[in-house]
Antibody, heavy 127, light 108 residues
Framework: QLQLHESGPGLLKPSETLSLTCSVS??????????WGWIRQSPGKGLEWIGS???????YYNPSLQGRLTISADTSNNQFFLTLISVTAADTAVYFC???????????????????WGKGTTVTVSS | DIVLTQSPDTLSLSPGERATLSCRTS???????LAWYQQKPGQAPRLLIY???TRATGIPDRFSGSGSGTDFTLTISRLEPEDFAVYFC?????????FGQGTKLEIK
């Protein structure tokens, strides 16, 4: 059974760098069949797709975070990562990692809904 | 960005009743790339429906999705006590992949 677990610091100060790890068990992230992504949830903004990474390191980022965001992976340890620089209070949220819906041979397209989620980790940015 | 607007914000119903939740998008979602999720307090969202009408693995058949273009609906045919939660829609046709603000389904 595929399971994902987020880890990282719960509290940061403004201008610091947020680094989160998603550890995956029960399946390999190096498959070309799926993308792996991050979504956050805050009272003010609701659910927000952050970005995703897939086979051979292909990445897609939310343009609102482009320039501050990097998503990467370590296939040997079956983990993927989120790095967000210059955080502000607006980055305070619960951060979820997850697996996206997979590749559709019918439409020759990857699905970017999320079918398996981690439990989430709370990140607070405060001075 | 495609904006998703869900209605109503809150829906008060009793167990056994039928629930109808709406999600409208600011642009047509081609290929009906629209998903529905259920979220309970302190938990991650759970995928219910994708491609507007396909139930995810393990989802009871009382949950159904319909719609196309800019108007989509999640229907719960007969509410069970465990169905009272917040429901979100998401479009995954066009990046950035965006979510609705949620509909809270509460017990009347």
């Amino acid at each position: 059974q595929l399971q994902l677990h987020e880890s990282g610091p719960g509290l940061l100060k403004p201008s610091e760098t947020l680094s989160l790890t998603c550890s995956v068990s029960g399946g390999s992230i190096s498959t070309r069949s799926y993308y792996w992504g991050w979504i956050r949830q805050s009272p003010g903004k609701g659910l927000e797709w952050i970005g995703s990474a897939g086979y051979r390191g292909t990445t897609y980022y939310n343009p609102s975070l482009q320039g501050r965001l990097t998503i990467s992976a370590d296939t040997s340890n079956n983990q993927f990562f989120l790095t967000l620089i210059s955080v502000t209070a607006a980055d305070t949220a619960v951060y979820f990692c997850g697996r996206h819906g997979g590749y559709s041979g019918v439409s020759n397209d990857y699905y970017f809904f999320m079918d398996v989620w981690g439990k989430g980790t709370t990140v607070t940015v405060s001075s | 960005d495609i904006v998703l607007t869900q209605s109503p914000d809150t829906l008060s119903l009793s167990p056994g009743e039928r629930a109808t939740l709406s999600c409208r998008t600011s642009q047509s979602v081609r290929s009906n790339y629209l998903a529905w999720y259920q979220q309970k307090p302190g938990q991650a969202p759970r995928l219910l429906i994708y491609d507007a009408s396909t139930r995810a693995t393990g989802i009871p058949d009382r949950f159904s999705g319909s719609g196309s273009g800019t108007d989509f609906t999640l229907t719960i045919s007969r509410l069970e006590p465990e169905d009272f939660a917040v429901y979100f829609c998401q479009q995954y046709r066009s990046s950035p992949y965006t979510f609705g603000q949620g509909t809270k389904l509460e017990i009347k």
